[in-house]
């Protein structure tokens, strides 16, 4: 059986707001710099948000695995980071939409 994170509860745990990229279970700081850095949202300015991230996660049809390729290629997150974001990502889709 899988464990979630604390950060993951409490991403699943309410709407998506502007939270950042950061907010996201399995993306720190050194992800989240990377996914700015590679261009993959310049129109925003304070801070890459996570729903640019759950933009990408709907617009592979919620496929875990595709999202999960896409996100280590673009970010060069490991396996289980880019799992754990997409599972977090999937089960917030689940409560809110």
């Given at each position: ?27 720190g700081d ?68």
């Amino acid at each position: 059986m899988s464990t979630t994170s604390q950060k993951h509860r409490d991403f699943v745990g309410e709407p998506m707001g502007d939270k950042p990229v950061t907010a996201l279970s399995g993306i720190g700081d050194t992800l989240g710099r990377k996914l700015e850095e590679q261009g993959f949202d310049k129109s925003v300015s304070v801070c890459f948000q996570a729903s640019v991230v759950l933009g990408q996660f709907l617009l592979l049809k919620k496929d875990t695995d595709m999202f999960s390729d896409w996100l280590k290629d673009a970010s060069g997150a490991n396996s289980r980071q880019a799992d754990s974001c997409a599972q977090c990502l999937r089960e917030w889709c689940d409560a809110f939409l």
